[in-house]
């Protein structure tokens, strides 16, 4: 583990180092490593207060008019431009590795840790903003030019389905004790996540059609689309669809209960 203190640029902000210099410096001790590996690196300058180093002079601050900025979900220019950093820091990170010896053989995925609240009635059903589904949506790509085909997936899938993904990739024997499945196993029988807000004590699945969730608290249930131009249901199909997916719900959250205490690799 590398934490502050042990990297050779200077600290940016309350962030520590920029981004940038955090993927290439993170590239430099994967260049050496000799056997697998798997490593973990976690950026942080998408967050306030929003600074780009004065170094990377070649990154270009595109202006974007504030009713677009709006448009978009974004609170002000410098967050785009935050936001639009992320990208540049990758593409210098890609660069780097390329021109190391793990590339070709190995797998890069990008995710988030969580997503952004905000309005994203522009792109996305009422859902997204006021069942706030735009705070759980983060984007995930696996990049392996040498190793994976490229595709693109529109099913709803889960944080928790990217370990049993990746074990699976690298074809060696694994036993998941978790909640995740392979993604890309042809087997996989439903598109579901589970999502769960603490503190108002609601609990739900989203699939590629609809949002559930129901809270534990009080007696309250809703079910919302998650996509523009789904199917419409009669109300004798929403009651099944709600009894589905309040069971598939249940299920996993009290699951996840069990887990805590008795999931133990013995």
């Known amino acids: 583990m590398y934490e502050e203190g042990q990297y050779k640029s200077q600290r940016l902000n309350v962030w520590g180092i920029s981004d940038k210099n955090l993927f290439l410096e993170s590239n430099d001790v994967l260049a050496k490593q000799e056997k697998p590996f798997f490593a973990i690196i976690q950026t942080a300058d998408n967050h306030r207060p929003f600074n780009i180093p004065e170094e990377d002079s070649d990154f270009v601050r595109q202006h974007i008019p504030e009713p677009d900025l709006n448009k978009y979900g974004f609170e002000s220019l410098k967050e785009y431009h935050a936001f639009a950093y992320t990208d540049y820091c990758i593409e210098k990170f890609m660069e780097a590795a390329k021109n190391s010896p793990y590339y070709n053989n190995t797998i890069f995925i990008f995710t988030g840790d969580h997503g952004v609240e905000g309005n994203a009635e522009a792109i996305y059903p009422k859902a997204w903003t006021e069942q706030r589904l735009s705070e759980e949506h983060v984007p995930l790509l696996f990049y392996s030019p040498a190793l994976l085909l490229p595709q693109k ?69 809703e079910l919302v689309p998650v996509r523009n131009n789904g199917p419409q249901l009669t109300l004798p199909q929403q009651d099944s669809v709600k009894k589905y997916l309040s069971k598939l719900t249940s299920a996993i959250y009290e699951t996840s209960r069990w887990m805590l205490i008795n999931n133990k690799n013995k």
Do not use: C
């Open 153 to 221: 997936r529109p099913e709803a899938v889960s944080q928790i389905d990217i370990l049993p993904t990746i074990a699976g990739m690298i074809q060696q024997p694994y036993l998941n004790t978790t909640l995740g499945r392979d993604l890309l196993d042809p087997l996989k029988k439903e598109n579901a996540a589970f999502i769960i807000y603490h503190a108002p004590g609601w609990i739900g699945m989203v699939n590629d059609d609809y949002f559930f969730r129901k809270n534990i608290r009080i007696k309250k249930e």
